[in-house]
């Protein structure tokens, strides 16, 4: 029997980490794709490699983009990092974290891998309750992008095989994302959420991606093993 | 009156350097996007620059892509590109010289530049007729990219804009393309298409891309000005 293998987007977050481990569980070779796109945390990839190694994924491939090029964005740029906004605020509008077309980017570059690896399966973790500011985060784009890219690859054409894009947490709350992941032994201290962690990795407290963290964490009743300033 | 902003997709060939000119005499700024993946054919970065610089674009960024990780191309890698081989040879399944998911990672990267310039207009030298070996350079992938980009964009939610990907190649034979680039004053002497040239750029003449622009020129009776071997 062959292996059946998936391409999983692992930014060594709290959300990819989850998905990492329900690919494994759900009997994937996991195939761990992170990207050095010129980021400003850039520890993340550090985190994701030491995630990598605890899921023993088959491989973990780090691709470099050079999205800096393009400018526009705080997380690729000198813009400050907006913190200790509420829920309310961050849900209006697209926030100035916002990467130009990243998951497309992202997504684009995985299905690249997948079709050289001969997996029709990739894995993403966008979530489209907790966070719906990111237009490619959304039921609709994950849709659009699964039926361009059955067009685009020989995968989707020759063999008749189907491109398969999973996104098992975009319809859960941050706080079902946890309780998922601690249903299977996700060891949520390897992850890094922060967009603006200290030197260290400790995570600021107070941007958007940690106070989301921390809600989920809180209303799951349990303790978040993530370090914090 | 604000600047009407086009990114165009420029490899520096006969194909792309034609389709910015048809940007160009549309009244669009041009933005030029060329790629620094890993390509054998690395010289033809210092064509897209001479063709930038010819044609007064606003700006020509090379963006790096590491697509090596991924082999399985000739394009990338160390298996030969094929010589010699007739149309028809060619017009029969994917090309060893494919490069996994290209068109799809390149449009991602120009719909991130567009974004983060403000541009909803993106030209792409895609050719269905004289070479439909690439399952990307249908029509039918160009369509689902472009609803895509809709759905995954700032662009096409929040303003009301519509991304609209340009292919005014894609239904010309490579012999309309060259009467379409001479009507514009196109320099073909700037721009280079062999997937396998020597180190001075001079074209090997004998690839499948070699072989087409050759067979397009003879066809529209004009002498290529390219040097060959």
Chains 1, 2 share one sequence.
Not at 187 to 213: F, M, Q, S, V
Request: proline content about 3%.
């Amino acid at each position: 029997m062959s292996e059946k293998r998936a391409v999983v987007l692992l930014s060594g977050g709290l959300d990819s980490t989850t998905v990492a481990t329900v690919a494994k569980q759900q009997g994937f070779a996991v195939y761990a794709l992170s990207f050095d796109y010129g980021q400003n945390h850039r520890i993340e990839l550090e985190y994701a490699a030491r995630v990598a190694a605890a899921l023993g994924v088959v491989r973990h491939a780090v691709v470099k983009v050079d999205l800096r090029a393009f400018g526009g964005s705080a997380l690729t740029s000198d813009v400050a990092v907006p913190k200790g906004r509420s829920v309310e605020e961050m849900s209006h509008g697209v926030p100035v974290t916002y990467v130009p077309a990243r998951n497309t980017v992202f997504l684009a570059l995985a299905l690249g891998w997948a079709e050289t690896l001969g997996a029709t399966d990739i894995f993403l973790g966008v979530n489209a309750l907790d966070y719906s500011g990111y237009p490619d985060c959304r039921p609709e784009f994950i849709a659009a992008f699964e039926t361009m890219a059955n067009l685009a690859t020989k995968m989707g054409t020759e063999d008749g095989k189907q491109v398969r894009i999973h996104t098992p947490l975009i319809a859960l709350t941050k706080r079902e994302i946890v309780e998922l992941g601690m249903s299977l032994g996700v060891d949520y201290g390897l992850t890094i959420t922060c967009y603006d962690p200290a030197e260290d990795g400790a995570a600021c407290g107070a941007c958007d991606a940690c106070l989301l963290r921390l809600k989920g964490f809180a209303e799951a009743g349990v303790e978040d093993p993530a370090r914090y300033v």
